[in-house]
């Protein structure tokens, strides 16, 4: 059977020793709230409500699935609405939402690390709760007054929650093509009409009501993306005064049938002149909507980091305990009848590189989150601005490398386990049935590095990733300057820094002048600075635990294990930068030379 324990010891390591969370919070306003006591506590009971609670559901959620019955709705696994009854009671869904509609307020990296423990516990759960914190930045951020104070604080105590409505079965990443239609009404609503699909908990009995957004034309609507609006659609109409009315005229037609997130209420949506509200501005949905996905990215990309997580532990646990064949180096325990798996190379080779994966996209994700903080909360315009582009270029990082690794972390986990890896009870086959979808939804990863190669990376004349060099030129120079083991580090940055800027200005003067050469390499410049961004991490987390190391500080086994999974990361995938870039310099030529007929099957 798997098992979970939440990595406190490695999120408060990052908090503290990388990002400086006690610092930030000396300066008080919206930090104010995360001092090292209270921080340690919420970890501390959030990993503890996720091994206890989260966890005992997920392989019996998995194997139970969902139920829609035939009045269109639906139940959810055996034991899911206690679980979440005790979430909401535990005021986990308040945790980041801002004090005025009656959240927590603490900053979004705090709450960006419970929610990595709640999602390795179960990630059919934590989707439930997780897509409402981006429906309710979405009102926060384009609702009217009326609305926010209407529908977001049962939102954020937990007692509703929220979908995003975007798919619909002949449009998926391009949205100009959606049918759902919007009639206006004399009395300032709409009528909805249409079907959507792929809706994450869109049916759900864990809640007394659901606020759906949705994307639908306005009669008389420009064509394409720029005539698509926003409402806001419950599934119980809600009166003035905040009580539940009439069932609105939206229904669940049938669950999806899927690789993994059994637990998970995937739905096609009936909308038959459903009554909605407006959300935003007329015509302007999808800038409102990219909101609610601009957050759900980044919750995406910790998913990825949170199946990657729980699948290492399993399979370093169990590469401690299996014992098969003997040490290349002759039997490391000669009474026994086997050595260990976690003797050979290729087994360590694959924990290494699990582990090295894992910490290095924890700490970029929390940084990531912290930049969502900044952006809003800084000190000064500059700050927020640094903030605003660091966030806007690591984005599509974070979701689509972020996704990619947590997936491949998940199947070498289940290469570990060899055969048994193969078999349902052991757990690891549902981590990468899990893991992958988070490659797919949310904008699949082939969109995520177009988004960033064709959009971020020349926005505002390429500041952001300007920015992002001399960031990394800053601190490797601090590092060699510092001397001793992290130098190494530095330089094996630097070069795969360099890596990356001979990219860009290769995409910048080919991309432009044959957009396919931009298509063609833009998966490989995502993945090029997910290894740059990540090498990044492991600089600041290698200073970190050499400083406490030579102060005399901490645990000296965790921070000498910091210190060698950065020499590993390093020296085994830093290098994979310079075959990343000649994949890019490679073109387009190749990719786009065959005739369509070259694919199909020959006879």
């Not at 609610?292 to 305990?321: K, P």
């Not at 949310?442 to 920015?467: H, S, T």
């Not at 890019?584 to 030379?593: K, N, P």
Request: glycine share 12%; net charge negative.
């Amino acid at each position: 059977m798997p098992s979970y324990t939440a990595p406190i010891t490695d999120s408060r390591f990052i908090l503290d020793a990388v990002l400086g969370l006690d610092t930030l919070a000396a300066r008080g306003g919206a930090f104010a709230g995360a001092t090292s006591d209270v921080v340690a506590a919420v970890l501390e009971e959030a990993g503890r409500f996720a091994a206890e609670r989260l966890f005992p559901l997920n392989q019996s959620g998995d194997r139970e699935g969902c139920t829609r019955h035939e009045d269109g709705s639906v139940t959810t696994p055996t034991g899911f609405r206690e679980a979440y009854v005790a979430m909401a009671a535990g005021g986990w869904t308040t945790l980041g939402a801002p004090e005025a509609v009656g959240g927590q307020g603490l900053p979004a990296v705090v709450a960006t690390v419970v929610s990595e423990y709640f999602s390795a516990a179960n990630h059919s759960f934590a989707m439930y709760s997780g897509l409402t914190e981006g429906a309710v930045e979405a009102i926060l951020t384009v609702g009217s007054d009326a609305q926010k104070s209407l529908y977001v604080p049962p939102m954020v105590a937990g007692r509703w929650t929220g979908t995003m409505n975007l798919t619909e079965p002949q449009c998926g990443t391009d949205l100009g093509l959606i049918r759902t239609k919007a009639d206006p009404q004399v009395d300032g609503s709409y009528r909805i009409s249409g079907t959507k699909i792929f809706i994450s908990a869109g049916e759900h009995d864990l809640t007394e009501n659901i606020i759906h957004l949705v994307l639908a034309r306005t009669p008389g609507a420009p064509a394409g993306s720029k005539g698509i609006s926003l409402f806001i659609v419950p599934k119980f109409l809600v009166e003035p005064d905040g009580t539940l009315g009439p069932r609105n005229a939206l229904s669940c037609g049938s669950l999806e049938h899927k690789m993994g997130i059994h637990g998970n209420a995937t739905c096609v949506m009936n909308y038959d002149s459903a009554i909605g509200w407006l959300l935003g501005e007329e015509n302007r949905g999808l800038a409102a909507m990219f909101v609610m996905m601009n957050a759900a990215r980044l919750w995406v990309g910790v998913q990825g980091l949170a199946q990657g997580e729980v699948a290492y532990q399993n399979a370093a646990l169990y590469a401690t305990e299996r014992r098969q064949g003997r040490a290349l180096t002759g039997p490391a325990e000669p009474d026994a009848v086997a050595d260990p798996l976690l003797v050979h190379p290729d087994v360590r080779r694959m924990l290494m590189e699990a582990k090295a994966l894992t910490e290095g996209l924890r700490a970029l994700c929390l940084w990531g989150a912290l930049q969502v903080d900044l952006a809003h909360h800084g000190q000064s315009d500059k700050e927020k601005q640094d903030a605003a582009d660091l966030l806007s270029l690591l984005t599509p990082v974070i979701k689509g490398y972020g996704t990619d690794q947590g997936f491949h972390v998940a199947v070498m986990a289940q290469q570990i386990f060899g055969g048994h890896g193969y078999i349902a009870e052991n757990g690891m086959e549902q981590y990468v049935r899990d893991a992958r979808i988070a490659m797919i939804y949310e904008g699949a990863n082939g969109v995520q590095a177009m988004d960033l190669v064709g959009r971020k990376l020349p926005a505002e004349g390429g500041r952001a990733i300007r920015l992002f060099f001399e960031t990394i030129t800053a601190e490797t120079g601090e590092a060699r300057a510092a001397g001793g083991e992290v130098a190494a580090l530095a330089d094996a940055l630097d070069k795969a820094n360099g890596q990356l800027q001979a990219a860009t200005v290769w995409m910048m003067q080919h991309g432009l002048a044959r957009p396919d050469n931009a298509g063609a390499g833009a998966y490989a410049f995502m993945h090029l600075t997910g290894i740059v961004a990540l090498g990044l991490m492991w600089l600041r987390m290698a200073r970190a635990a050499a400083e406490r190391l030579a102060a005399g500080g901490g645990d000296t086994a965790f921070l000498t294990a910091k210190l060698t999974t950065a020499r590993f990361f390093a020296e085994r995938l830093m290098p994979r930068a310079g075959a990343l870039r000649r994949e890019i310099e490679g073109g387009a030529d190749a990719v786009m030379a065959l005739p369509a007929e070259a694919f199909l099957p020959n006879a």
